[in-house]
């Protein structure tokens, strides 16, 4: 509790900057400096409750002293952005919008009010990670001069701050805001540097990097990995103010792929067009500067930085850029058409992304349901037939198409992944190194991940349906997962205790929402323990992966195994039980519907002939229904054993399948004016084009399948048809990435002819 305490009086310390600005019914933000202080933040949330029901009982100035700080706002309670949206937006009141409001955004922030007048030796953080700015030299120190001077560095002086780097930048820091004024007059050197984050010359180095030139106006950069190496995207304006005296907006980060840039309401571009997946490494050892060591800098001054996490909307941006304007009294000089050009945002439904909202009594009794036989009552018998749903995505592994997950490369699998911890005493090896732990048979089109020894050490592998940044293959709501696979055939003697093949899914959303908790499914596990033994979907929702006060619960909470049993005749219904270690092919379903799911299992019948099963069936788990990725993987649990000889293990996978509902292929969601259309002839030869039909929004992918078959992602709005595509059905899915909560809409399938 004390440390919540100093996280609110340290983090979220605001003071009174500028005159009242009268606009709305609800004068909220009584100083109209785009920040609630604890005074204003309490008529915050009084508004919020006159307007929203579920709140009418609440207590939030927990004191009673007249205010309510952002703990008092957050604390035992899931973050309001995430449960009264829908009330906020009904009751159409106007509550001026402002960067902290809802806090949990801000993973690192720095305003101009949080510095006293005079010489500037430290610039404290608010937010999630404290990250504070210093200057121990006193001849490098800016100074503030007056309560809107913003933080000033002197001509010439190679005055700076620094703070720690952010190892975790790729995710922790998905979008940035930054205000400074600039004289371009002053200075001896060609360059200014205003910004650099996690300075240096390497992926998720100097990104953002800012800077001022002379001649060419304003640069923004973010670097990753691509084909040929380091992949620097720069984009460029002469559009800035530079007398000294007039601010200016950037916001700038990566959305799904894509660099994108606004100064002072102005779109930018790259003068080349961008590769279009973008990610890199986690970076070490690294500084932020706010300003440069050396001297020749142009005289300039910051009003605010803001790092924050996800990736927002268009329209986000824009209220962002809105936000700053009206902030510091710039809003006339934004473009004519800029939304916030004549008014200040206000709370709308762009606030209010989906998220998942966990009710933990709700969860507590689905895992009752999980108790007794009831749930193999039907294990043995032909599976339940579920109707509505059709192919999405079909991998046969007709060619090998993993990448490593940081190079910015591929389109379909990528490896070892995000969770490096995967592999347990095998450490994850990537893609394409040695030793090979993803070999490849091309002549009977099989993909095999492994456990290989490496001297006396294992290396373990691991490939997932996105990259690193959560970019890729996902599947909402209800859905069906298949593989089939293989594991070698081992007697009960031979198969090493500690071997740990898996099969499993996380939902994206903690990637993108790092104050968030983590679902994750394991639809099955292999323990070598007990060779019969099968650990069927255990069910987790983690603790969140940066520690915050946001999430109601930052710990785990109860996790469950909807089947965790030996694979016995008894309790599977299946002549002999089934060993997995067999050296056969089994298809293994997970029926994810709205309120049943289903664990199916082919095995050999006395014909040899695959025979389906159910195993077991549950009611329908809410986490299931999220957003699911798909990862595949071989790790070792040492303690209980290694495998004989250091011979490899192998864990081949023939084909993996996933279904949805045609309902949902056939929605429309709010970004569409219509359902995506497919153009142009169907024929061998010829180029077919997706209208995406998307209103409002410019940022999209298009998904290319055949028969299911991923054939790639990307800005690619046309497809040239080529003659394997023959006799299949071509189909694109448009994800408006540039949109609230990134929706998706799928076109009507096209048989392509000769």
């Not at 919540?4 to 909220?28: C, G, S």
């Not at 490899?648 to 004016?673: C, G, P, T, Y």
Request: proline content about 5%; aromatic content about 12%; overall charge neutral.
């Amino acid at each position: 509790m004390k440390m919540l305490k100093v996280i609110t009086n340290v983090l979220f310390v605001t003071a009174t900057m500028m005159t009242v600005v009268p606009v709305y019914a609800v004068e909220l933000d009584a100083d109209g400096n785009g920040l609630y202080d604890d005074a204003e933040r309490k008529v915050l949330v009084d508004t919020f409750q006159r307007v929203c029901p579920s709140l009418k009982d609440t207590t939030f100035d927990a004191d009673g002293d007249g205010k309510v700080t952002i703990l008092e706002q957050t604390q035992g309670r899931h973050p309001l952005s995430m449960t009264i949206g829908q009330e906020v937006i009904k009751s159409g009141v106007q509550i001026p919008w402002g960067i902290d409001i809802f806090p949990e955004w801000l993973m690192c922030a720095y305003f101009q009010e949080d510095v006293q007048i005079g010489q500037v030796n430290e610039h404290l953080a608010r937010g999630i990670r404290l990250r504070n700015a210093a200057q121990d030299d006193t001849s490098k120190t800016p100074q503030k001069t007056s309560d809107k001077s913003g933080i000033i560095f002197a001509e010439n002086s190679g005055q700076h701050m620094s703070m720690l780097g952010e190892r975790d930048a790729r995710w922790n820091y998905r979008w940035c805001i930054f205000t400074f004024r600039i004289d371009g007059n002053t200075g001896n050197d060609e360059q200014t540097v205003l910004l650099d984050l996690n300075r240096g010359n390497g992926s998720y180095k100097s990104s953002p990097k800012i800077w001022y030139d002379k001649k060419a106006g304003l640069y923004i950069q973010y670097i990753g990995h691509n084909v040929d190496g380091l992949d620097k995207r720069i984009m460029n304006t002469s559009a800035i103010h530079t007398d000294g005296k007039t601010w200016n907006v950037v916001v700038c980060g990566i959305r799904y792929g894509q660099m994108y840039a606004s100064v002072n309401g102005h779109v930018l571009t790259t003068s080349t067009p961008q590769p279009e997946r973008f990610s890199g490494d986690m970076v070490y050892d690294t500084t932020t500067f706010l300003g440069r060591p050396q001297s020749g800098n142009a005289s300039w001054a910051y009003d605010a930085l803001v790092l924050g996490i996800s990736e927002p909307s268009e329209a986000m941006v824009r209220k962002m850029t809105g936000w700053a304007a009206h902030r510091l009294n710039f809003a006339d000089r934004l473009p004519k058409d800029h939304p916030y050009r004549y008014k200040r945002p206000v709370i709308d439904a762009e606030d209010f992304p989906y998220r998942y909202v966990h009710d933990n009594e709700k969860w507590l009794a689905w895992g009752q349901t999980l108790k007794g036989q009831t749930k193999r009552a039907h294990a043995g018998k032909p599976p339940v037939k579920v109707s509505g749903f059709e192919r999405v995505f079909y991998d046969d592994f007709r060619a090998y198409r993993i990448e490593d997950s940081t190079s910015g490369k591929g389109d379909l699998w990528m490896g070892f992944g995000f969770n490096t911890a995967v592999g347990g005493s095998a450490r994850l090896i990537k893609p394409n190194q040695k030793p090979d732990a993803y070999p490849y048979d091309a002549k009977n089109q099989k993909q095999t991940l492994s456990l290989v020894a490496q001297g006396d050490r294992w290396r373990g592998s691991a490939f997932y349906s996105v990259n690193d940044l959560g970019h890729g293959y996902t599947w909402m709501g209800p859905k069906i997962f298949r593989i089939r696979c293989m594991f070698p055939k081992l007697s009960k003697e031979e198969v090493a205790g500690g071997l740990f093949p898996a099969f499993w899914s996380y939902s994206t959303d903690w990637l993108f929402w790092r104050t968030g908790n983590r679902i994750e499914n394991d639809w099955f596990e292999f323990d070598g323990l007990n060779p019969r033994w099968l650990n069927g979907v255990a069910t987790h929702f983690h603790y969140a992966h940066v520690n915050n006060i946001f999430a109601l619960n930052p710990k785990s909470y109860k996790r469950f195994k909807v089947n965790g049993t030996e694979l016995t005749e008894e309790r599977t219904g299946i002549p002999g039980g089934l060993y997995i270690w067999d050296g056969e092919y089994h298809t293994w379903e997970y029926v994810v519907d709205e309120d049943m799911f289903y664990i199916n299992v082919t095995y050999k019948d006395e014909n040899g002939n695959d025979k389906w099963v159910e195993l077991c069936r549950c009611p329908t788990s809410p986490t299931y229904l999220q957003r699911m990725d798909l990862q595949l993987d071989y790790a070792l649990k040492g303690k209980h054993g290694t495998p004989k000889d250091g011979a490899r293990q192998d864990f081949v996978v023939d084909w993996i399948e996933v279904l949805q509902k045609s309902s949902q292929l056939n929605h429309v969601a709010d970004a569409f004016a219509s359902k995506p259309l497919l153009t142009g002839t169907p024929r061998v030869g010829q180029t077919v084009t997706c209208n995406p039909n998307i209103k409002d929004t410019t940022d999209i992918r298009y998904y290319w399948f055949a028969d299911g078959y991923p054939l790639t992602y990307g800005m690619r709005n046309q497809w040239v048809i080529t003659d394997d595509l023959a006799g299949k059905e071509l189909r694109c899915m448009v994800k408006a990435v540039g949109a609230r909560d990134q929706p998706e809409a799928w076109t009507a399938p096209v048989k392509i002819s000769k």
